[in-house]
């Protein structure tokens, strides 16, 4: 069990209902205080009762944002574990059930745990998951007050006995794992020991909100579409205090163009979805590229095509993004990797909106969006936004012809001028024209800030040491933990990495980047076709060798990673 | 702003897209004439349009305009609202665009009951894309897709809005300027949401549905008609002998969507940005 | 087809997604006996559905499904009984669905009255994806959307129905499979677009709007209701003081979409190729 | 004047509700009869009544199906047309008009023709038109009486009186055309007298629904939007006869879903529409790749972004048709460039659509469904159309594996079995499955078909001889008649041709068409960024060296291809 030492995964598997998640947030808090670092992720059914879900908590020795396949500590609550996470088992993995639940696969690997006794002591079923988080603690070697107070703040609200009772399953669980063999107690990594107060833990979602938060959105109307409702949910949490405007749309049409009304009128605007309701707002992009009105529009990627599976992660999206709307203009696309990137790119939406006057996408997925990790308070930057109005004099022209194509953006009831937008194609004005020349001028003057754009997009993150690798690896969104630490497990100077956080536009020397053509290229995406890998290669005009594909709805872990770039390095050296 | 008794007035040479005889003129001298007496400033009036010709109504004022896409007024409008309710935001569409293409937002936009007045040119006809049914448009009129004639029951948009309690609904006749004025006049005035279905002739397109016939089928409400009563209301939509004109229904006692929702006074555009105290506090629950 | 006896019945292994003590079981149940009492034939059923809790339920029936997009399933549904009017076509899905997403097609369903059930599993909530706020959840609900509480006005989508003159109207409640099973019944046999709003506790989501909740703010209709009266039934429609259950409105003279439109009774599927003659013929027309 | 030889083109200009499209319309057949051929196209704006709008009727030698810029002769109607159309006159252009409402351009070339006073003799001036029609046919020496046969035909409906009306103001026309001088009587290309019999005059739109009515189409639910109207009303016309349901949604979602419940019930469904339209469609499209039901969206293109300019052409939404929807499936696009190719693609693409069961776009443009000429009844092909469906046996299950991923098409109400379809991630019976496993296997069964799908696709049209050129000149759609007519105009063996009528997937060989990057690839289109430049170069890795491309609403004239080509085939011998 050497790996142990700087790396520990635990699983948790229960039917929705259960209170699988309720162990991970109990556990996290109290490992972190522990020093330990921590980074969860879960996966879970579209469904509210039944089925079978699970989360991971791994402790590592250093900060880490991504999950591995290996499970060294599984609890499990339903008989559908052992078929759904088997594979992930190794011969040391200590589990945690009931047989009666469990089921046939019953082995060696398993210990007895009652963990329903113990809820009925407690005071009903609906406590096996706290008597569970009793029991990993005393496996882990972790006070159970760290807990109990943490349970007693929580729980507080319910009353005394609700508190009592939690504290008592948890307990049970506690006296019950303090008596295991110590050969059933796993060495975890050393704590880290690092001051709690310089680092925060949230999830993927969060820190969007608080990128746009950042950025100064107060306006968000959106339709409730997994798994892009958490941002509008975060949002309307704080909306009292920072000010926000929060409207559940009837639609996903009505959404966006509600948020280009709102942002017409000087808000900055935003909508959340997933690609079934960015679908709906395509019209509503078009309109934004045609009356250059700034939207940020998060689209939270799943399981297509159609209602797919609504729980699970793809980043089958980007060619949708790339392409939405009828008719051309400009636009931009963002997919942070990690929490930094999700607070800082959200921000650069929003700034980039409303300097660009353009509809800018932030695509992000189900695993980004719900993996828990830490970051340090330092890190976290607040981007200068510009203003992006001006107030009007008595001949303002909302598209008057200037040298960028950006006409200073005026709003209605800000200065004497009046403000026309129109989604015909319209003159300086904003009235309707019929002009080829206009439509000429305006199709230009749409079109010009690509260049600009352009020249500011975002670099890619280099892994490794790309100058004197012969292979590099691209990826993009939620997939840079996985090739951090999968080059970093691989450990070979020949095989280095990108990662992109925004997709369009690419950087000018792109090409540059991955060598010009004397490099082997290899994508990593969570979709079926490569989109990015053929973006890719048509803006750089660069092969793209090899694509890591998977669109099962699950992430990449780890290990799979490992294995196919093993695999790609040992065959390049052959 | 050309001048402070013509403020809406657009420059004499502007090309006025509609066909001479249409109802459409006479509507925009009627919602002229109810802006011009309400006094309202062009710079806090927002018109918006889908798209149609009776949606490029607000091309022919000088006025802040969102003509935005087919169908899609309503929920543009509630952002502008949203995002800063010292605009006055009037709506002004075809029955196409409202009723059809936008009849969700029609529905939900009444459940809000923002501030804002809809009004509706009712031509019973897709005019702009050449002739084909609309949703009001009457049974058995044949077009060069309705052939056999239409076969839908008209969209009845009083009664729907009456169903869901919208707070002010009435009818107004192109044919009868001064009264769509003075109609149009009172929804503006009106806190919430106001809707006005103004019947407007296609001289080009609707055949069946012309100034005679809307002037033998629409006739003025009973005397004792009581406008609070929503069931008579209902009932005075529901005729189909002769369409009333008039207020069917006004309800002072919905509260507004801004009010209830408690949208200040300043509007979004002069938000500051968020203070990094108020930031880091927000960073602390993270903790 | 498993047994003549239970022809609707899926194999016994299957997993039912919804939560224990959920309303949606109970309306199943009602819509499996109405289905088991009509005699219909599963071959010539076809259950429509959106994305939903609600929506799953033709998942749970051995029959011809179109489960389809989220607020879709109406159209879905006019589709497939203009492609093929010997098919019997039963809409279920959630209020969401039908009335927010789907708010559209509602209306227009109605319009057209093409002859299918929609049966609404009205939950006032989105259960699925986790308890934001529906069309029809009653003010002030609090939820992690609506945190200050729902402030629009619900849905009301009987009164809506009436207001476009819905040939049949009515309401169910799932604590009383009995009568839904029945109302379901007389929906079916009804020629015609018959909608029952069925009232279904989420009892994970919605603790406002609990079984106690609706068995105390439920009412049967009036003895002196009388269901060919759409003002009367409006009157009821209106009613929130308690929501009366049972059949609202019923009128059996709408003709229906099918017929009007001139549908013939040879499915689309059997149609033969367009002969040569014919074809010739066609172009004809253009030497 | 050598030129009018074998091509003459006149112009008729007027405001909307003068109506132009009449003249046009009583010329065409008249000059038909007299044994030329013609080509015709129109112009128009997003109004009703008044503005500027004008027709083209060009004669020529030899069959035409593209416009020239160049006017021999214009017949204006208001005082817009010198503006609007002045760039295209020559110095030998016959101009008919009222010097009053000319305006201030009144030069040598124009005829004062008192058509207002001709209106008025005959009844009023609704009958400008009609008289205008008489001058033409005198100018050109047509005898009158083959009109006013078929004006007494046409009006036969609307009583005696206003049949004479019309022959009367053709009269007076015609009696004022035949006293020209004979240098205001233009040569007219030599008449072909080709057998009337053997062939048809019809717009893109008609092709289009022959098309559809040749494959059995025999549902269409749309909702109106310019120019995709055009098929909805031709098919309606032709429903009774055809046994086509017809129905007009409520809005384009409406549209797509009814058209996938009628095909899913086994219906031969299409829809049609524009860009904005389609942008609603896309949850649609991406629901039928989902549910593997086979459904035809055509598009008419129209210039974007939002509603744009309603009445013109542009080929801007390739890359939307390309990517529409979230996730991924399968696809094909076809796009037309003749009236034989829209009636053999239409057909083409209910066949696809049918035995691949996945959703077919048609995508053409404004020019090409306005634009009127002939085709050869002989070169009208019938394709043989495989039934779609089976009939189910009692175990029938829709979504059964095979080694191509199709499984035979069941519908319900035809046989002994039942069938689901669902937008969730299904299993072989068509219910929600949460497996990741399949998931698999279903991506892989809904993409597989790809394949066999590219080995079948279209071979582009080749012009010229693309061996020993130097230059290939590539575009798609409605451009295939402009770049034929100005490849023979420029009559350079170094340069030659191809057209795409299918633009995905490509043919496999794209790259070798292309001369493997031996030959200067040259892409024309109406759009401002290239938008099958791009799709060309990602799929055959080929790069583009220029992009010739529009997007002002006006299609390509011969001339500007011929200038450019000329260009870039000077610059290549020096
Ligand atoms: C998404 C979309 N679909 C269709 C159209 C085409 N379209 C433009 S206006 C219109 C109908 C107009 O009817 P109405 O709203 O009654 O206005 P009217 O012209 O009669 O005044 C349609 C269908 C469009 N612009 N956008
Ligand atoms: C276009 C689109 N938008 C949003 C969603 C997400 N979604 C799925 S079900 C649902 C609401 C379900 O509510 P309801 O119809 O009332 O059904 P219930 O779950 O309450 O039975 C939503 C918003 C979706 N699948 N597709
Ligand atoms: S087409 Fe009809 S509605 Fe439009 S301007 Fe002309 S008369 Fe008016
Ligand atoms: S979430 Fe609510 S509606 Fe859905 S199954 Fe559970 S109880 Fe029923
Ligand atoms: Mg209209
Ligand atoms: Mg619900």
């Known amino acids: 069990m050497q790996e142990h030492q700087d790396d520990f995964s635990m699983v948790f598997e229960g039917a929705a209902g259960q209170g699988v998640q309720t162990i991970t947030s109990l556990l996290l808090p109290v490992l972190r205080k522990s020093g330990h670092h921590v980074f969860s992720c879960m996966e879970y059914m579209s469904r509210i009762r039944g089925g079978s879900n699970s989360t991971e908590i791994r402790l590592t020795g250093k900060p880490r944002r991504t999950y591995v396949s290996r499970i060294d500590l599984l609890l499990s609550l339903t008989p559908r574990a052992y078929e759904r996470l088997h594979e992930r088992l190794h011969e040391h993995t200590l589990i945690f059930a009931e047989e009666e639940k469990f089921g046939t696969h019953w082995d060696s690997r398993c210990i007895e745990t009652p963990l329903g006794r113990f809820a009925n002591e407690a005071g009903g079923a609906v406590y096996s998951n706290v008597s569970a988080v009793g029991v990993v603690l005393a496996v882990l070697g972790i006070p159970l007050e ?15 006995e609700v508190v009592e009772r939690n504290i008592r399953a948890a307990q049970l669980g506690y006296e019950f794992g303090i008596q295991l063999p110590a050969d059933r107690r796993p060495k ?44 509008l949910t975060f949002l309307a949490a704080r909306a009292k205090g920072f000010g926000i405007i929060v409207d559940q749309a009837e639609d996903e049409i009505a959404a966006i163009n509600a948020g280009l009304g709102a942002s017409y009128a000087g808000a900055k605007s935003m909508v959340t979805t997933s690609g079934g309701g960015f679908d709906l707002m395509q019209e509503g992009m078009s309109l934004a590229g045609m009356i250059e009105t700034p939207i940020v529009v998060h689209i939270g990627q799943r399981p297509g095509p159609a209602t797919g599976l609504p729980t699970r992660t793809e980043q089958g999206d980007l060619d949708l993004a790339l392409h939405a709307g009828h008719g051309e203009f400009a636009r931009a696309i963002f997919a942070p990797g990690t929490l930094i990137e999700a607070i800082e790119t959200m921000q650069r939406a929003f700034d980039t909106a409303q300097r660009y006057q353009i509809p800018v996408v932030v695509l992000s997925d189900q695993y980004l969006l719900d993996a828990v990790s830490t970051i340090r308070v330092d890190e976290i930057k607040r981007l200068p936004a510009k203003p992006g109005i001006v107030e009007t004099g008595k001949e303002y022209k909302r598209y008057a012809f200037t040298e960028s194509g950006l006409t200073p953006r005026g709003v209605p009831g800000f200065g004497a001028g009046i403000v026309r937008v129109d989604s015909d194609e319209h003159d300086e004005e904003g009235l309707i024209t019929e002009s080829f020349e206009m439509r000429r001028r305006m199709m230009e003057k749409r079109l ?78 969570n979709n079926a076709q490569g989109q990015f890998a053929n973006l890719l290669h048509r803006e750089s005009g660069i092969d793209v060798s090899r694509r890591i594909l998977k669109a099962t709805g699950e992430p990449f872990s780890v290990e799979e990673i490992v294995e196919k770039l093993t695999e790609i390095a040992h065959g390049q050296s052959t | ?60 004022l000088k006025v802040n305009m969102f003509n935005g896409l087919h169908g899609r ?8 609202r949203l995002a800063n309710r010292n605009l006055t935001v009037v709506v002004e569409s075809g029955d196409g665009d409202l009723y059809g293409e936008g009849g969700n937002h029609f529905l939900h936009a009444i459940r809000r009951n923002f501030d804002i007045t809809i009004i509706a040119h009712d031509n019973m006809i897709y005019g702009l894309t050449k002739g084909q049914a609309s949703p009001t448009s009457q049974r058995c009129m044949k077009t060069p897709v309705q052939v056999g004639g239409v076969n839908l029951e008209p969209f009845n948009p009083l009664a729907v809005a009456l169903s869901l309690d919208a707070p002010f609904v009435a009818r107004a006749f192109a ?6 004025r003075s109609i149009i006049m009172e929804a503006i005035r009106f806190k919430g949401c106001a809707i006005v279905d103004v019947f ?26 009581d406008p609070s009563d929503r069931l008579m209301a209902m009932q005075q939509a529901f005729r189909s002998d002769k369409f009333p004109l008039g207020i069917f229904y006004r309800n002072e006692n919905r509260e507004t969507y801004e009010d209830l929702a408690g949208i200040g006074a300043s509007p979004l555009f002069r938000q500051t940005p968020v203070s990094d105290e108020a930031f880091s506090a927000m960073l602390e629950t993270f903790l």
């Open chain 2, 200 to 225: 407007q002739p296609c001289v080009v397109f609707n055949k069946m549905n012309t100034w005679q016939w809307f002037r033998e089928h629409t006739c003025e409400l009973p005397e004792k008609h």
């Open chain 1, 448 to 525: 010009a800030r690509l260049q600009t754009l352009r020249n500011e997009a975002l670099r890619p993150t280099v892994i490794g040491n790309p100058d004197t690798a012969e292979i590099i690896t691209v990826c993009w969104g939620s997939n840079r933990g996985v090739l951090e630490e999968a080059l970093e497990r691989l450990d070979d100077n020949r095989v280095a990495g990108l990662h992109f956080a925004q997709l369009w536009p690419l950087v000018r020397d792109t090409a540059g980047l991955l060598g010009n053509g004397r490099k082997k290229i290899i994508v990593i995406e």
């Open chain 2, 1 to 60: 702003m050309d001048s402070p008794l013509e403020p809406f007035v657009m420059p004499s040479d502007t090309d006025v897209a509609w066909c001479p005889g249409c109802g459409n003129h006479m509507v925009l001298k009627a919602v002229r004439g109810a802006l011009d007496e309400l006094k309202i400033e062009p710079e806090n009036l927002v018109m918006v349009s889908g798209i149609g010709q009776a949606a490029k109504a607000p091309q022919y």
């Open chain 2, 175 to 180: 044919g009868n300027i001064e009264q769509t």
């Open chain 1, 146 to 160: 760290r807990c109990t107070d943490y349970l007693r703040a929580q729980f507080a609200g319910k009353g005394e």
């Open chain 2, 73 to 80: 007024a309503l929920p543009a409008a509630l952002g502008i």
């Open chain 1, 188 to 231: 975890l990594p050393e704590p880290a020991h690092e001051n709690q107060r310089d680092s925060l833990m949230m999830d993927g979602t969060s820190a969007l909100g608080i990128g746009a938060i950042a950025a100064g959105c107060n306006f968000i109307c959106s339709y409730p579409m997994s798994p892009g409702t958490g941002v």
